[in-house]
């Protein structure tokens, strides 16, 4: 994310990525990319496209792993715990330090928005794809009041100049759009270390959605496939559980180490979370005609032809 460098006719998406140029330095964001799994099969890269469903997966694959039968709360913030490997460096976290004790399980777990062929190779992958356009929402929702004042900067100026205007990384110092994020992991989607999610599925049936990220984030010697675990994990990152703790969830590591770096406010964005309403479909009811028309343009020129389907419900309904 540090170089966004595409042009942008309005002087505050300009501002803006001019802010987020700061977020990371290249020497950070390489040592995460570049990042080496010590084991093979035993650490998991949560790869999605930003705001697809990462936050959720971090707390989901934290709970399943933690040892204690109430699973673990203690952490400030979820990255603390499950690494954001692009930022980790510049957060002061060491990529080789234990995530938790490796006495329980060697199991480690990491966060990333990395396209296919810039993400670390020799992990498990979980990839989670969202509709587009509640994806460009969210983003929006996620910016404001940090990167930018409410109504500062408009819906239609944010989708078109920043969001849509993302395309083929020309360096791992650039994150690929959301389309070509997407279709990087698709290719890979029947593939043994690959789970493919829909956040969708994860919002209509949780628990179906934990079990099967139990069995594939479980190993030869370790496993958190009973019952309980998925139980426990399930309630604990339910929308109503992880709202009521939404500090837990704020983006406040990040914050509080680049928010300078970016010309910001020292607190700024710190009272957000990213725990919003969560609902599916949002997006289409708040985005204009104009946009999700583009948006249905970008996803037939970047996926329609690879993948066969026209639109992301018909790629989401016939997986």
Known sequence: MPFELTQSDSDCVAKMKERLSGFETEEGRLSGLNYTPKIPNTEVIITTSPKAGTTWLQQICHQLRSPSPSGDMSFDEISS???????????????????????????????????????????????????????????????????????????????????????????????????????????????????????????????????KIATFISNSKWSCTSSSSISLATSMSSFE?????????????????????????EDAGMGDSKIKSGESGGGKKKLSEQLKGMIGEKWKEVMEEETGHATYELLRDNF
């Not at 794809?129 to 004042?149: H, L, M, Q, T």
């Not at 703790?245 to 990040?254: G, Q, R, V, Y």
């Open 81 to 211: 715990v499950v690494p954001w490997l692009e930022l980790a460096h510049d957060q002061g976290q060491d990529l080789n330090q234990p995530q938790l004790n490796e006495e329980v399980t060697d199991l480690r777990i990491w966060k990333s928005h990395a396209w296919e062929p810039d993400c670390p190779k020799g992990a498990k992958y979980i990839v989670v794809a969202r509709d587009p356009c509640d994806v460009a929402i969210s983003f929006y929702k996620f910016f404001e009041n940090w990167f930018f004042e409410k109504d500062e900067i408009s819906v239609d100026a944010f989708v078109q100049e920043f969001w849509l205007m993302r395309g083929v990384p020309e360096s791992k110092m650039q994150n690929a759009s959301y389309f070509h994020h997407l279709l990087s992991w698709w290719r890979r989607r029947n593939d043994d270390d690959v789970l493919f999610l829909f956040f969708e599925n994860l919002k209509s049936d949780l628990e179906k959605e934990v079990t």
């Open 241 to 265: 559980f992880m709202s009521s703790h939404s500090s837990h969830f704020n983006e406040s590591l990040s914050k509080k180490a680049r928010n300078v770096a970016c010309g910001l406010r």
